[in-house]
């Protein structure tokens, strides 16, 4: 969220604690309150994951995107735009990719994992100003370069301050603001035309120059204008070169890494780097929040990019896991998350295949035992009749007070991912067995996937008996997956429980036996040919609708009707994947690509969802303008890209 505010306004809370604590206290800031895995299964390895993630210059203060943060010992330096008129003075220091006021545009460009470069441009009360930076050594280097100004040239302000309630004396002189820290002594040095700007709404030391031109900061040793320009020019220009050489569009590339870049922050609550799914959504619940599939989601495509993100991402989200032993559809910063409902289990997959990438052992170890009781536990309370539905479980009053839709079909729905799906819209709720009264197709599949990800997982760690439980699982419901098969319409579709009756509400989940492999080859031909790639249902400009085109709740194009999905597209790719079908499986990918550089190309902008016929996402609302998983659109590029580097 934006601060624009008259220049009278007090600001609270932007930086607490700028004064010198104890020493002592530093080495605490780094692993205190880490969740780790038990003693023996990775704690150490992970611990040590989190220690060199938790280092450098980034945007990690998830407040706003003009503010850069050192980690471990939590110093900012955050840019503060202040317009002038002629009767008023406005200042803008806290700022979102989306969630803004109307009139303040913030359009993001790259952003590198590790911080070494960020890019965004910011269009506010008249102005237009590009913010970049950069690390070199250690030190961070920040630039603001005015592109547009108003009738009265705009200052910027570089705010220095210390968060979190972490120690440090900040001391202002000499041109610049000296930060005497625990362990070392950092000075922030400023560049540019300096401009006396003493009354604007900040609470710790500050340097204002005038955006007359370009104005900028640097660590380490002093800079000028010129030679901070010159430093991130050169950052810029190392990273584009290295993503480069990925084999597939730069563009797609920069937009994958930006989308996480920018929504990974730290979370000063449990001392730990986590990329959430928007900034934005974090501010509002309380720091962070973190929701299931979503979460998995990241740490696949980080493993794109850095280990250690990708470790971080999976079993963060594991440690949110409940105390029934699954995985809960949300966890924020309040401490708050769902105890009656999971999302859909794709953990297993996402932990294997970042196993395959890495090859590291004690990751697998540091989950296992995790997705074991997770994997269990949906055989145990979302079974009816041999198969598998979505429930809500109810457990804790005060929990229940305040999420009304425990033991509904609503939470029921929320459980399956698919908010307002029309395939549930007939669907049934048993409030005594708290669960949905639907055969699920997709939730069956990624079961099986589930199991049988595990199993191989278990085995690579001499887990023999639990690779057997796991199998014989996989195998049981695999079969009563199968009974789902449509000979009329060439389809696996859901069932009502109730009646028998298959239903004739689809998505794309109806394609995920692809990626059990439970549709034989045959049967995955027909699938592909008369559903998928028919451009009466599912295929067309824009792919792959969340509703097929010829289903009444297409034409609302609102959430999960009929838009369009980045996590549908991947699960459906990655099954086209165990099947002889290149055609489909490129030309997905190939269109998943085109849907995500539209709007990044034009707006920097990785949505939640998008249109399904005109392949807009800011055609809505309820759909966040930097939301990672917009992303996995590009990250199937990306793996045909591995799978043939040479293209």
């Known amino acids: 969220m934006s601060n624009p505010v008259p220049i009278s306004t007090q600001r609270a809370g932007h930086a607490a604690g700028a004064v010198l604590r104890p020493f002592a206290l530093l080495a605490a800031f780094a692993l205190a309150a880490i969740p780790c895995p038990g003693a023996g299964d990775g704690s150490r390895q992970y611990a040590s994951v989190q220690e060199r993630l938790a280092q450098g210059w980034n945007t990690w203060n998830i407040n706003s995107v003009f503010s850069h943060v050192l980690l471990p ?35 993001v460009g790259l952003h590198s994992l590790d911080g070494s470069y960020s890019d965004l441009t910011v269009d506010w009360r008249g102005m237009r100003v590009r913010i970049q930076s950069a690390t070199e050594a250690g030190d961070l280097l920040l630039l603001v370069t005015p592109l547009e100004k108003p009738a009265f040239t705009p200052l910027v302000d570089f705010e220095v301050g210390m968060l979190w309630n972490r120690p440090g004396r900040l001391e202002l002189g000499g041109g610049g603001v000296t930060a005497r820290l625990p362990h070392r002594t950092v000075t922030v040095f400023g560049a540019g035309m300096p401009a006396s700007d003493p009354v604007i709404p900040a ?11 370009e104005a900028g900061v640097s660590t380490g040793h002093r800079r000028t204008v010129a030679e901070i320009g010159l430093a991130i020019r050169a950052a810029r220009e190392r990273h584009e070169a290295g993503l ?40 509002g619940w309380g720091g962070y929040v973190l929701f299931d599939w979503d979460s998995f989601f990241a740490g696949y495509m980080a493993g794109l990019f850095n ?119 007939a669907a049934t709720f048993d409030t005594r067995s708290h669960r949905m009264q639907m055969a699920d197709v997709g939730l069956m599949a990624l079961y099986v996937a589930d199991c049988d990800a595990l199993a191989t997982i278990a085995g690579e760690l001499g887990r023999d008996s639990e690779a057997r ?9 695999g079969t009563k997956l199968a009974t789902l098969w449509s000979p009329s319409a060439h389809l696996f579709l859901n069932r009502d429980l109730r009646t028998g009756s298959a239903s004739p509400r689809t998505s ?23 559903h998928l790639l028919n451009p009466g249902e599912f ?7 969340s509703s097929p085109r010829n289903d009444p709740a297409f034409k609302d194009q609102n959430y999960w009707r009929g838009r369009i999905w980045g996590p549908m597209n991947f699960l459906v790719y990655l099954g086209l994947r165990n099947y002889d079908l290149p055609l489909a499986r490129s030309e997905l990918a190939r269109k998943s690509e085109a849907l995500l550089l539209k709007e990044w190309k034009a707006r920097g902008h990785v949505h939640e969802n998008y249109n399904a016929v005109t392949g807009e996402g800011d055609d809505v609302t309820s759909s966040d303008p930097l939301y990672h998983w917009g992303a996995l659109l590009g990250a199937m590029e990306m793996l045909e890209g591995e799978a043939a580097p040479s293209r």
């Open 203 to 213: 609470s710790t030391p500050f340097l204002s120059f005038s955006l007359a031109g």
């Open 539 to 545: 295929w067309g400009e824009w792919v792959v609708p």
């Open 244 to 283: 480069a050489r990925r084999g597939v569009s730069l563009d797609t590339v920069e937009a994958v890494e930006s989308a996480l870049g920018w929504d990974t922050i730290y979370d000063p609550i449990h001392s730990r780097v986590i990329s959430p799914v928007s900034r934005a959504w974090s501010v």
């Open 307 to 425: 280990r250690d993100l990708a470790y971080a991402d999976i079993i963060e989200v594991l440690n949110e896991a409940t105390p029934a032993g699954f995985v809960p559809n949300y966890s924020g910063g309040r401490g708050v998350k769902s105890l009656d409902r999971s999302q859909p289990p794709v953990g297993s997959i996402v932990v294997l295949d970042t196993y395959r990438r890495f090859h590291e052992r004690w990751f697998l170890a540091a989950t296992f035992e995790r997705l074991l009781r997770w994997n269990r536990w949906w055989g145990e309370h979302r079974d009816v009749d041999g198969y598998l539905v979505w429930g809500s479980d109810p457990s804790d009053p005060e929990y229940e007070r305040q999420d009304g839709a425990v033991n509904t079909l609503q939470g029921a729905k929320y459980e399956s991912g698919l908010d307002n799906s029309p395939m549930y819209d």
């Open 73 to 107: 010992e939590g110093l900012s330096v955050t840019v503060g735009l202040h317009s002038i008129a002629l009767f008023e003075a406005h200042y803008l220091s806290l700022a979102q990719a989306g969630g803004n006021p109307k009139d303040l545009l913030v359009t």
């Open 508 to 530: 794309p989940t109806n394609f995920y036996p692809l990626l059990s492999r439970t549709a034989i080859p045959e049967e995955a031909r027909q699938m592909v040919g008369e």
């Open 469 to 477: 439980e796991l199998r014989a699982r996989s195998v049981r419901y």
